[in-house]
């Protein structure tokens, strides 16, 4: 049964893929509900559709059966205009690479997600600056990317993905092209960042060490994923 109190609501996502053989199974009926506040890690094998789930989430991919509910809206349901509009204003994405223009200033990097619509104001500018204060980077706004470390360009993409003040918050391998101490950081970051901004967080991680620090922890395997700790 559904809880009510719920934010994000996934029930029996199933997805497949062609191949030679025929249909590929990936999902076979995921279901998993989250509160805000909440952050949960999902581990599992190479090719197991770890990826393939955080791309339904953020309503980048398209099941072949079952939905997704967010603050109750169906985002797989709308059209291709509006679920744009949804990602952009409910949803905040990390990448493994971080994806800054390089061509732009960390601060513009973090004011990207604003400009569509209305455009950045004085009150996005000022929260761009809040969130690089946040992240220690805040003598570092006139720089480019290629002047950044790879620590601190991921911490410019983690502002960038909460700048809209998004309900949920995908994260795939984050860490994964870090050193072992930045790593550390960067997970410490995302972790009291969703406690303090009270996001939904969701991490695809290969590292067991970052998926242990996570209070909920999910092991996708065949189809079917499965929470190991509570």
Do not use: W
């Not at 603050?71 to 797989?76: A, C, R, S, T, Y």
């Not at 509009?85 to 990207?112: A, K, Y």
């Not at 009291?192 to 901004?197: F, I, K, T, V």
């Not at 969701?202 to 700790?229: I, M, S, Y």
């Amino acid at each position: 049964m559904t809880n009510p109190t719920s934010t994000l609501v996934v029930e029996q996502l199933a997805k497949s893929y062609p191949s030679p053989d025929g249909a590929l199974p990936i999902l076979k009926g995921v279901n998993l509900t989250m509160s805000r506040g909440e952050a949960l890690a999902i581990t599992g094998p190479s090719g197991s559709g770890k990826s393939t789930l955080l791309y339904i989430l953020g309503a980048l991919d398209a099941p072949d059966s079952g939905t997704v509910t967010l603050e109750g809206k169906q985002p797989l349901r709308l059209s291709e205009a509006e679920q744009a509009q949804f990602r952009n204003t409910q949803i905040g994405f990390i990448f493994q690479d971080h994806h800054l223009l390089p061509q732009c200033s960390v601060l513009e990097n973090v004011l990207i997600p604003t400009l569509v619509g209305r455009g950045a104001d004085e009150a996005a500018d000022a929260r761009a600056r809040e969130l690089l204060q946040r992240v220690g980077l805040a003598d570092r706004i006139s720089h480019r990317p290629a002047q950044l470390s790879g620590g601190e360009r991921q911490r410019v993409a983690v502002c960038r993905a909460l700048i809209n003040r998004p309900t949920l918050l995908l994260a795939d391998e984050p860490t994964g092209n870090l050193d072992q101490d930045t790593a550390e950081n960067v997970g410490s970051l995302l972790l009291d960042l969703n406690r303090e901004q009270n996001t939904l967080l969701v991490c695809v991680t290969h590292n067991q060490e970052l998926a242990g620090r996570f209070p909920r922890q999910f092991h996708l395997q065949d189809g079917l994923l499965k929470e190991t700790r509570p």
